[in-house]
């Protein structure tokens, strides 16, 4: 990139960082400390407030660039993950919204133990929600590298370092300092940013082919080097039987993930009633809707106009297709139109990894110190030392998702997303549905789900092509892959709800019948609801 390119999204850069900083130092300064408004900014938002920073939290670098460079390589078999991304907002509408405000408080472990023995529960369903959290991180982290990389115009693994080292250093100050309020208004901001430029570039491509999508799909077929077959299902997958089952794991991975997704969950608790929480989603399925289908047209716009080789070249995972996109519609590399709108594109994707990073960091800081180190001193804690704890674990997980953001630099961030989503989906769905809606469901069931979902999941994904086996995978040196699917969805996510089935029906624990009625007359009505 020339250095009109790197000077303007270097301003653009330090001038979404600076605004997102005064914001945190403002709340910060007018904070009380207490856990209510660190962990759900005193719920005080309304249903659009919340709605745009749900949408903020759901809208990531895999969607921005991962999403559209699949498109851009795969064509119709990367529509699956805005397909699935978009879908999944209905089980979390009608199943979970309005049912979690009312039974939890913070996290998704309030709404399990609301029934159950706290502490063995609290500690099962906290390390699953960090271990989610860490797996979205590292796609966030892997997307600012690549995109910092480009801007640089270097592909070396320096720069992509020093890029994850810095994103996990700003993520814990937004969090250690501001909490959910700050981090909320920090989403807010990057959500009407990143959908005024998606906005922007899907107009610029749709005037470049006079309004005519047909012949946008034909010219990115033509480019493609598959001719029709671009717009087919099965260039990705369907070859073979192992990359159908891959599919189908990832559908269902992508549409049950979203329900068991902790930063998601925690966001229906910064709203004062369980009724502005569903409103709160209604707003975000508006604004994710529309941002999904413009991803379509922004990743067959980049492989009409830039080319899959292009992309590739720029990176083999297709997470620059969007930058080089907006560089092209623009006038090209040596004009004032490219760099501007190059720079703008690149800022908003930067300040959607921020943002991003900063909610799931908040999430799952606070499982560990809400539910991990709660439960282990529950009589002893207080919630001032509960926050600490908090922010001292925002630094613990900012550094593992640092090392692990550097290990997996060369993976497609969409997929890595899939990833988290299918471990989400595995041992955080079942426990909250059988939670909500199983009478008999026991303390036992409770943490065979978690555990029996979670662990599969963590297995899978170590012995599959994702970690060895192949020169694309972690570790292109080794190979111990014994698992053939690069998501472990369809195995792992039955597992999940078994285990809880089967927890279940050999405990000795009579279920409460009393808590019971308690919980299901609160979820269903508010009452006693926090």
């Known amino acids: 990139m020339s250095g009109t390119h790197q000077t303007l999204a270097l301003v653009l850069f330090s001038v979404f960082i600076a605004v997102t900083l005064g914001i945190t130092t403002w709340v910060s300064r007018n904070r009380h400390g ?14 659009m407030e919340n709605g745009f920073a749900i949408a903020g939290d759901y ?45 939890g408080r913070f996290t998704l472990a309030d709404v399990v133990a609301a029934r159950m023995s706290e502490r063995p529960v609290r500690i099962a369903a906290g390390a699953s929600s960090v271990i989610v959290s860490i797996f979205y991180l590292v796609a966030q982290m892997v997307g600012a590298g690549s995109l910092v990389a480009l801007l640089l115009g270097r592909s070396g693994a320096a720069a992509q370092v020093w890029t994850v080292i810095g994103v996990g250093a700003l993520m814990v100050i937004y969090v250690s300092l501001g909490g959910m309020r700050a981090t909320t208004w920090i989403q807010i901001v990057k959500a009407v940013l990143l959908l005024g430029g998606t906005i922007a570039l899907t107009v610029l491509v749709l005037v470049r082919f006079h309004g005519d999508f047909d012949r946008l799909l034909l010219t ?4 493609s080097g598959h001719g029709i077959d671009f717009l087919a299902p099965g260039l990705k997958y369907g070859a073979d039987w192992t990359s159908r089952f891959d599919f189908m794991s990832l559908g269902l991975a992508l549409v049950l993930g979203t329900a068991g997704l902790p930063h998601i969950l925690s966001r229906f608790y910064t709203v004062p009633t369980a009724r502005a929480a569903r409103r709160s989603v209604v707003w975000s399925i508006g604004l994710i809707g529309s941002f999904y289908l413009m991803t379509i047209v922004l990743g067959f716009g980049a492989a009409a106009i830039v080319g899959p080789d292009a992309v590739r070249q720029s990176n083999a995972a297709g997470n620059t297709a969007v930058p080089l996109l907006a560089l092209d519609l623009g006038g090209g590399a040596q004009t004032m139109g490219g760099a501007v709108l190059f720079a703008i594109v690149a800022a908003v994707a930067f300040a959607t990894i921020l943002a991003v990073v900063a909610g799931i960091t908040l999430a799952s800081s606070a499982s560990v110190a809400h539910d991990l180190y709660a439960s282990l001193r529950r009589k002893h804690a207080k919630q001032r030392s509960e926050v600490t704890v908090a922010r001292v674990a925002a630094v613990g997980i900012g550094i593992v998702a640092i090392a692990l953001g ?7 961030v969409a997929f890595l997303v899939g990833l988290a989503f299918a471990v989400a989906a595995s041992a955080n769905l079942p426990v909250l549905l059988y939670s909500l809606f199983w009478r008999n469901f026991t303390t036992r069931g409770a943490v065979w789900a978690v555990y029996g979902g979670l662990i599969p999941a963590l297995v899978l994904v170590v012995l599959s092509p994702v970690v060895s086996g192949s020169p694309q995978s972690l570790i292109p040196g ?13 195995v ?6 078994l285990a809880g089935w089967l927890g279940t029906v050999t405990s000795s624990e009579e ?12 979820s269903l009505t508010g009452a006693g609801a926090v």
Request: aromatic share 12%; proline share 5%.
């Open 492 to 497: 792992s996510i039955p597992l999940g709800f």
């Open 511 to 522: 279920p409460d019948e009393a808590r019971h009625a308690e919980t299901e007359v609160r």
């Open 478 to 490: 080794a190979d111990f892959q014994f698992f053939p699917l690069q998501n472990p969805g369809i």
């Open 34 to 47: 207490s856990a209510e408004e660190f962990y759900a900014g005193g719920r005080l938002f309304s249903p």
């Open 59 to 103: 809208m990531s670098a895999a969607s921005f660039l991962g999403i559209s460079g699949l498109i851009a390589l795969f064509g119709y078999d990367g529509l699956l993950y805005s397909v699935g991304f978009l879908v999944a907002w209905l089980v979390v509408l009608l199943l979970i919204a309005e049912l979690v405000r009312n039974c």
């Open 220 to 223: 990115a077929a033509e480019r």
């Open 406 to 412: 550097i290990l997996a630099r060369d993976l497609n």
